[in-house]
């Protein structure tokens, strides 16, 4: 039985990750929530392959509106930390990533996505899920992709800045709009 996860804690986690200065280390969400931010978690199938570098590059040439709405962005695959260092170590030009502004982390036991709802077990890769989690670890929004589909930057800015607004947001909602 799949279980509701927003309005509740989010699971936590702890994962290697490559780091913007191409260094490894760690991210974790009680990291985030002790700098008060808010976190941006995204699963991605895997590396090397060609709609993953086309939202992971866009996440990236907007990181800093995520970062003037306090948020953290994390990309998640199943994938190694050496195969992400490769992927970003590889131009833009020849389907890299280059140059990231945020962390790529290695969920290589599985444990996250599978902990997050993404996980297709058969094939050992994440569904494009994306998660934001407010400062005090409560999930705040959830949505899952069929892996053919890139993410809208535009809307998960849109919908981070609706959650921070604290109010009722009605359809269509922009930001310097009224709320409800």
């Known amino acids: 039985m799949v279980e509701r996860m927003v309005g509740k804690q989010a699971p936590r986690f702890e994962m290697e990750a490559v780091m913007t200065d191409k260094s490894f280390g760690k991210v974790s969400l009680e990291e985030n929530m002790k700098n008060d931010k808010w976190t941006v978690l995204f699963f991605y199938p895997m590396d090397f392959t060609f709609v993953c570098p086309t939202e992971i590059t866009a996440m990236s040439d907007r990181y800093d509106e995520f970062e003037d709405l306090d948020a953290e962005v994390i990309g998640v695959s199943t994938d190694t930390i050496h195969t992400h260092k490769a992927w970003i170590n590889t131009d833009r030009k020849d389907n890299g990533l280059g140059d990231l502004n945020y962390p790529l982390a290695a969920d290589t036991n599985h444990e996250v996505a599978r902990n997050y709802g993404v996980l297709i077990e058969e094939e050992g890769i994440a569904l494009r899920g994306l998660f934001i989690v407010n400062p005090e670890g409560e999930m705040q929004y959830q949505t ?3 892996n053919n589909i890139g993410r809208d930057v535009d809307e998960t800015l849109r919908v981070l800045q609706a959650l921070q607004t604290g ?14």
Request: hydrophobic share 35%; glycine share 12%.
């Open 144 to 146: 899952v992709f069929h």
């Open 167 to 180: 109010g009722l947001c009605p359809a269509n909602w922009r930001p310097g709009q009224e709320t409800l």
